[in-house]
């Protein structure tokens, strides 16, 4: 079954740091999305990308935060001037059709900035 | 917004009964819902996806009800296996915007006792 890769699986950084955050989606693919869960809470959405652009934003993700497709398979989450609230398992998702389809999450990538 | 609500947060059972767990969503206004699997410190998987149209969802031992218009959702696990523990997420879009973002529950923690 085709399934969404993410790399790395941990990382720590230091406070103050850029992290690159990067995902492969599966092949067909049209929708991409990162979510983030912070230890003991919700899973809670940070961006869709569609058409390479972003088509929907949460609060959590101001100008610290950009996505990009470089190159047609992956799709990256930067985090710039890292903090210590960040810390937390960030998920990479993709879908085919948009709202009707469900997901399907990557095995995320858990992120520790001390 | 829309507020996603998973009761009872933690639930053990003995191997072989008959399980529901519950999901309740304070905007009723849903597109679709999806049941997630998450195992410790690992990915979502998809279970099952039921769209606003429809009453439930079945995939082997796994049935997911819907009734919209009073703001619930079930999952019932039938016979369960040890191999069913983990934290089970409920996840709805809502029809209130045009993104496709999902709404997560906090999730029941299930501990399938052999």
């Known amino acids: 079954e085709p399934e969404v890769t993410q790399t790395p699986s941990h990382q720590v950084t230091q406070m103050g740091q850029e992290v690159i955050l990067r995902c492969v989606p599966i092949s067909n693919h049209l929708y991409f999305y990162w979510y983030r869960q912070i230890l003991g809470q919700k899973v809670e959405f940070l961006v869709s990308f569609y058409n390479n652009e972003i088509s929907e934003k949460s609060e959590i993700f101001d100008d610290q935060f950009s996505v990009e497709r470089p190159d047609g398979s992956n799709f990256t989450l930067k985090i710039r001037s890292t903090k210590l609230e960040d810390s937390a398992m960030y998920f990479c998702?993709?879908?085919?059709?948009?709202?009707?389809?469900?997901?399907?999450f990557g095995s995320g990538t858990r992120l520790t900035v001390v | 917004k829309q507020e996603v609500t998973q009761i009872p947060a933690a639930l053990s059972v003995p191997e072989g009964e008959n399980l529901v767990l519950n999901c309740s969503f304070t905007d009723s206004a849903i597109y679709n819902l999806q049941w997630f699997r998450q195992d410790p410190g690992k990915g979502l998987t998809s279970l099952l996806l039921i769209q606003s149209s429809q009453r439930e969802q079945t995939s082997g031992r796994l049935n997911a009800s819907l009734d919209k218009s009073s703001g619930r959702s079930t999952l019932y696990i039938a016979a369960s296996q040890p191999g069913d523990s983990a934290t089970y997420l409920c996840?709805?879009?809502?029809?209130?915007?045009?993104?496709?973002?999902?709404?997560f529950g906090t999730g029941t923690s299930l501990t399938v006792i052999p």
């Open positions: 998702a993709s879908g085919y059709r948009g709202r009707s389809d469900g997901y399907t």
């Open positions: 996840a709805v879009r809502t029809t209130a915007n045009t993104g496709n973002q999902f709404y």
